[in-house]
């Protein structure tokens, strides 16, 4: 079967909220696309899409992203997990949005795991104020 990409909305304010929760201040939303894939072959739960800088320059965009959920794993995480999955793939954007990616490893560049981390205990530390 082929791979089936539909925009899911509720994901993209799934994202949002998120992102807010954990004071992630250098994603633009607006520019952070949600889809949800049907039959992709990844073990991935989502992968993160960059819109590289020469196709910025050629079809004379804005850096964007795309935030792609794999809905036969995502889909049975809880809202938590979702969430630790959404910031392990924003953890993937560079803090100047500029449509590059950061890799899971980087030399002399920091810990890309203690990055998502942070992120995770940041929204932790919300999701405690607020329920708690």
């Known amino acids: 079967m082929d791979i089936v990409w539909r925009e899911d909305k509720k994901l993209k304010q799934h994202l949002k909220k998120t992102i807010k929760e954990a004071d992630v201040t250098w994603v633009k939303s607006s520019r952070v696309f949600t889809y949800r894939s049907i039959n992709a072959k990844t073990r991935a739960y ?48 560079p803090k100047n949005f500029s449509g590059a990616l950061v890799p899971h490893i980087r030399r ?25």
């Open 46 to 93: 989502a992968r993160i899409w960059g819109l590289s800088r020469i196709w910025q320059k050629a079809l004379k965009v804005e850096p964007a992203y795309i935030l792609e959920v794999i809905s036969e794993k995502y889909d049975r995480l809880s809202d938590y997990e979702k969430s630790k999955v959404i910031l392990h793939e924003v953890a993937h954007i």
């Open 108 to 132: 002399g560049k920091g810990n890309f795991y203690t990055k998502v981390n942070n992120l995770i205990t940041a929204f932790e530390k919300t999701m405690d104020k607020v329920h708690g």
